[in-house]
């Protein structure tokens, strides 16, 4: 029997972090406990409303953040604030599929174009790895805002 699970990401600023994998995935911040949102309403004013009424103070409002998949396929992700920063490799990084299928120039081109649009909402390029067959498909290394690594696969 499979588990469901959620990604948890160690992070300065959960807020932007989460805005950031939030476009680059097509996620959704989820409403806060209890509340309806109206359709194009924004989830992240909702929560700082919910938390003021609760009595949250300011500063811990942007202690943590979550993020789900609007289709209900992939894993929530939870950001939580921690206080040192990023300082070897991960261990554990996402794969995030820009050309599921395709191959050869194709799909290097898709890969670029991800790329250049992901850099545009504040990740960076590290390298590109070339086609490999029959192993390796090609592939381009990314870390977004806080330096977590990532590939385009």
């Not at 989460?18 to 996620?27: E, H, I, N, T």
């Not at 300011?58 to 979550?66: D, I, L």
């Not at 909402?121 to 790895?129: D, E, S, T, Y």
């Amino acid at each position: 029997m499979s588990r469901e699970f959620q990604v948890t990401v160690d992070a300065r600023d959960p807020r932007a972090l989460s805005c950031f994998w939030r476009d680059a995935l097509g996620y959704v911040h989820p409403a806060p406990p209890g509340v309806e949102l109206a359709e194009g309403a924004d989830a992240l004013a909702a929560w700082d409303d919910f938390l003021a009424q609760l009595g949250v103070p300011p500063e811990q409002r942007g202690a943590s953040s979550a993020l789900e998949d609007p289709d209900g396929r992939g894993p929530r992700l939870f950001f939580q604030r921690v206080p040192e920063g990023k300082v070897v490799k991960n261990r554990l990084h996402l794969d995030v599929r820009a050309a599921p299928g395709a191959r050869g120039q194709e799909r290097m081109a898709a890969l670029e174009a991800e790329c250049a649009r992901l850099v545009a909402l504040g990740a960076q390029r590290v390298r590109r790895h070339e086609p490999a067959p029959p192993m390796s498909a090609g592939f381009i290394v990314m870390t977004d805002p806080e330096g977590n690594e990532f590939c385009l696969d």
